[in-house]
């Protein structure tokens, strides 16, 4: 079955830094990568997906994930984070031909002024 | 217009009651899914309905029995709550088309006392 794993739980950033947030997946098959976010009392909305084509993926609000196929990775990444991206992240992994969404444990990011 | 609304969005009751969530999508979608989000933000398909099917039905307890009366519709009912049961149980849908995106309603906060 596929899992995905998202290694950092909490990351405390200053505004204007650089994020990268980790995301790996376990099977190796044709699959579809997502990033969603949470803000605080809200619902998931979704960031950026992958299908197929340019695996350097945009997304909204200045997001971009990479995907590795080799490393089974979907690494989300912002060059300058503000306050306003305080949030939970996660990643998400749809095998093709399979309806399901595995969602990763998500990673809390809090952005400090 | 709220997408994806679910009601009610805050629910506190008792252990042993019976209680039912209410989720509605006018997005036009043919597939819905319940979620649950433990209290570590682990977020995990519990089920998915196509077409008023179901399609998804993972190993849940079945204390927990959805009804789609309509493609626009998913409620999820609860029996015999345990405290085990309190989270936050999210309602999503999404489209037949390629474009794989799942829309989610903002959360129903389930408290078992």
């Known amino acids: 079955a596929q899992s995905v794993s998202q290694h950092n739980h909490h990351v405390i950033l200053s505004e204007a830094a650089s994020l990268e947030l980790g995301c790996n997946y376990s099977?190796?098959?044709?699959?579809?990568l997502f990033w969603y976010v949470q803000y605080p009392g809200q619902h998931l909305q979704l960031l950026l997906k992958?299908?197929?084509?340019?695996?350097l993926v945009k997304g909204i609000k200045g997001f971009e994930a990479e995907f590795i196929k080799s490393k089974f990775s979907f690494n989300l990444r912002k060059p300058s984070v503000q306050w306003s991206d305080t949030a939970e992240y996660f990643c998400a992994v749809k095998d093709f031909g399979n309806e399901k969404l595995t969602f990763g444990t998500g990673t809390r990011l809090t952005i400090i002024p | 217009d709220t997408a994806v609304s679910q009601t009610p969005k805050y629910l506190v009751t008792q252990m042993g009651n019976d209680k039912s969530i209410k989720c509605e999508q006018n997005l036009g979608h043919d597939t819905m899914y319940w979620y649950k989000q433990d209290s570590k933000k682990f977020l995990k398909i519990m089920f998915s309905?196509?077409?008023?099917?179901?399609?998804i039905n993972e190993t849940v307890p079945n204390r927990f029995s959805p009804k789609s009366p309509d493609k626009a519709h998913l409620n999820l009912h609860i029996n015999s709550l345990e405290l085990g049961d309190s989270a936050v149980y999210f309602c999503a849908s999404r489209s037949s088309g390629s474009a794989y995106e799942q829309y989610f309603g903002p959360g129903t906060r389930l408290t078992v006392t």
């Open positions: 099977y190796g098959g044709t699959v579809n």
């Open positions: 309905y196509n077409n008023k099917e179901l399609i």
């Open positions: 992958y299908f197929s084509g340019d695996p």
